[in-house]
C-alpha cells in the first residue's frame, strides 16, 4: 500500500484514480507527526482516531488521504440514534412487500424503467453503505470517514469493532452472503468527546491523534496560502486580531480555522472592496464577528470595545 506523504503535488495522484475518489485536491497542510499517524493506521489496518477542537481539520483530513492515495472515499455521519449495522447496508422490506402486492394485482406488467421491480431477488431492496461500499471493493481499499462517532450512544464503538478487526466481514442477513474486505478500508474516525470518553476495548483498538491548533502565526498564514487568495497585508493583520481573539480569557468556544477562513473571505469579498488592513488593526469592534463566535455569550463579549 502507498504511503501518504502530503506532498500537495496533484501530479502524484495516480492517473487510475477510483471513480469514487474526491476530484478536487483538498489543500491538507499536516505535521509529520499527523502524516506518521496516518502511515501507521494504514499500515497497522487499525481506525485513526482524531480529536481536536472544532474546525481543526479532523474531517477534511479524510478527504486528502483519499484523493492523495486516488482511493474512494465513503462518508458516515454519526447521529445520536445510529446504529453500527446502518454503516453497513439498508434493506427495505416495505418496498418488496409492496413490490409484491403489486405483480399480484396489477394486470400488466409493472414499469421497471426506473427500478427494477423483482420481488423474488432480494438484492434488488439492498443497498450497501459507506462500510458495505468499503467492504465491496475489490481492487484496492477505500477510505470510510466515520464522522463525530461520540454522538451515537456508548455500545456503537465497540459494536464498531466486530466488523473492524479480523476477519474483516459481514453478514447480509436477508441474502445471507458474506461480504469479507479483500483490501481492509482505512478507516478515519473523528471525536469531539461530546459524551465523554470513548470505550476503553474501541480506545486500545485505535490509533490516535489529537489535532493541536496551529497557534503560530506562519501556520495560519500557510493555511489561509493553502484556502483562499487574500491580500497580504490583510493576511497578517487579520491572523495577529484572530490570534489575540483566541487569547482571550472566559471565551466559551474558542474560533477554529474554518471559522477563521471563512472570516477572512468576508473581509476580502463580502464588501466592494476588502476590508482595509490598517483599519482592521486600529478598529476596536471586531468586524464580521458573527462568523467567529457561535454562543450568545461570547458575540456579545465581542462586541465590547474593551474585551478586544
Not at 129 to 138: E, N
Not at 155 to 181: C, M
Not at 269 to 292: I, N, T
Not at 295 to 305: G, K, Q
Amino acid at each position: 500500500m502507498k504511503r501518504l506523504t502530503f506532498t500537495g503535488n496533484s501530479a502524484q495522484r495516480s492517473a487510475a484514480a477510483h471513480p469514487d475518489s474526491p476530484q478536487q485536491p483538498e489543500p491538507y497542510l499536516a505535521s509529520e507527526e499527523l502524516i506518521t499517524a496516518v502511515n501507521l493506521a494504514i499500515f497497522l489496518r487499525r481506525p485513526l482516531l482524531l480529536e481536536g477542537e472544532a474546525g481543526c481539520g479532523k474531517t477534511r483530513l479524510a478527504t486528502a488521504v483519499a484523493y492523495e492515495l486516488g482511493l474512494p472515499l465513503y462518508r458516515w455521519d454519526v447521529r445520536s440514534t445510529t446504529k453500527y449495522q446502518e454503516g453497513l447496508y439498508e434493506y427495505d422490506a416495505i418496498l418488496r412487500l409492496h413490490d409484491v402486492n403489486l405483480t399480484k394485482h396489477l394486470p400488466e406488467q409493472p414499469d421497471t424503467s426506473q427500478r427494477p421491480i423483482d420481488p423474488s431477488n432480494p438484492n434488488n431492496y439492498l443497498e450497501l453503505k459507506a462500510l458495505g461500499k468499503a467492504f465491496d471493493c475489490l481492487d484496492r481499499p477505500a477510505v470510510v470517514l466515520i464522522d463525530e462517532i461520540d454522538k451515537a450512544d456508548l455500545d456503537f464503538p465497540n459494536d464498531l469493532l466486530t466488523v473492524l478487526d479480523e476477519p474483516w466481514s459481514f453478514t447480509i442477513r436477508e441474502t445471507g452472503e458474506v461480504k469479507q474486505a479483500k483490501y481492509p478500508p482505512i478507516v478515519i474516525i473523528t471525536s469531539n468527546k461530546e459524551k465523554g470518553n470513548l470505550p476503553a476495548p474501541f480506545l486500545r483498538r485505535c490509533i490516535y491523534y489529537f489535532i493541536e491548533f496551529p497557534n503560530q502565526r506562519e501556520q495560519l498564514k500557510q493555511i489561509v496560502a493553502a484556502h483562499r487568495q487574500i491580500p497580504q497585508a490583510l493576511v497578517d493583520v487579520a491572523t495577529d486580531r484572530f490570534l489575540t481573539v483566541r487569547q482571550q480569557e472566559g471565551l466559551f468556544k474558542k474560533p477554529g480555522t474554518s471559522e477563521f477562513l471563512d472570516w477572512l473571505q468576508a473581509l476580502t469579498h463580502f464588501g466592494s472592496k476588502p476590508y482595509p488592513a490598517k483599519k482592521l488593526a486600529k478598529d476596536e469592534h471586531l468586524p464580521y464577528r458573527e462568523l467567529l463566535f457561535k454562543l450568545r455569550a461570547d458575540w456579545r463579549n465581542a462586541a465590547r470595545p474593551a474585551n478586544l
